[in-house]
């Protein structure tokens, strides 16, 4: 049982250049999440999907797209990458959010030059 | 702006010793408080959570207090270890709208 997975694991973006990241779960969850994580300023929700087909933004949405066309998959796109952008993202799923554990993935480590 | 703010940013401790981390909320609507554990380079795992109906959870060392009225929750580690050595966050999140939003996180260390 893989639970999340992300892919890849690490990557090195050039200014301007576009990427997506790319999250599977295999627990038939219906909730999905990208996340950013940077020093001291904790997990902060980009995206989330609360079903198959459906999409909303989180705390800081700009500069991201997502799509969720198949349950089980997530997907995070930049664009038009930006140093800003460099952090590490995490993937997360869960049945819903309430009273339920949310699973994370091991993390992709991002850097924009 | 951050609508989970969390206390201390880092901790140090002593083996034994009881860290406190502390956290504060602006939403009246959210209505479920889990604490996430994550160690170097691992993604976040859920440690403990408490709905707003109680005041405090315990789960082996670990203890969430809540008070509803100053919009605040704590949690406490009994007789900490050096493999509690890890960084903590708490979260808020609604019962309806799918979102569950993260404090700032506290690096713990509990030297031996």
């Known amino acids: 049982n893989a639970g999340v997975t992300q892919t890849p694991k690490f990557r090195v973006l050039k200014t301007g250049q576009s990427m997506t990241l790319l999250c599977a779960q295999d627990?038939?969850?219906?909730?999905m999440y990208w996340y950013r994580q940077d020093p001291g300023m904790g997990l902060r929700l980009i995206h989330y999907?609360?079903?198959?087909?459906?999409?909303a933004k989180g705390e800081v949405p700009d500069g991201y797209n997502v799509s969720r066309l198949k349950k089980q998959n997530f997907l995070l796109g930049l664009e038009s990458a930006a140093p800003s952008q460099t952090s590490v993202y995490f993937c997360a799923s869960s049945y819903w959010v309430l009273d339920t554990e949310a699973f994370f993935g091991q993390g992709t480590r991002l850097t924009v030059v | 702006q951050q609508q989970v703010k969390q206390s201390p940013q880092s901790l140090i401790v002593q083996k034994g010793g009881i860290p406190i981390i502390n956290c504060a909320y602006e939403n009246t609507a959210f209505d479920y408080f889990p604490w996430y554990q994550q160690f170097p380079g691992k993604g976040p795992a859920l440690l403990i959570a408490i709905r707003p109906d109680v005041s405090e959870k315990k789960e082996g060392r670990f203890t969430i207090s809540f008070n509803k009225s100053a919009k605040q929750f704590s949690l406490h580690i009994m007789d900490s270890q050096p493999g509690d050595s890890a960084t903590y966050f708490c979260a808020a999140s609604l019962s309806q709208g799918g979102k569950l939003i993260f404090g700032q996180g506290t690096e713990l260390s509990v030297k031996p």
């Open positions: 627990m038939n969850h219906e909730y």
């Open positions: 999907s609360v079903g198959e087909g459906t999409t």
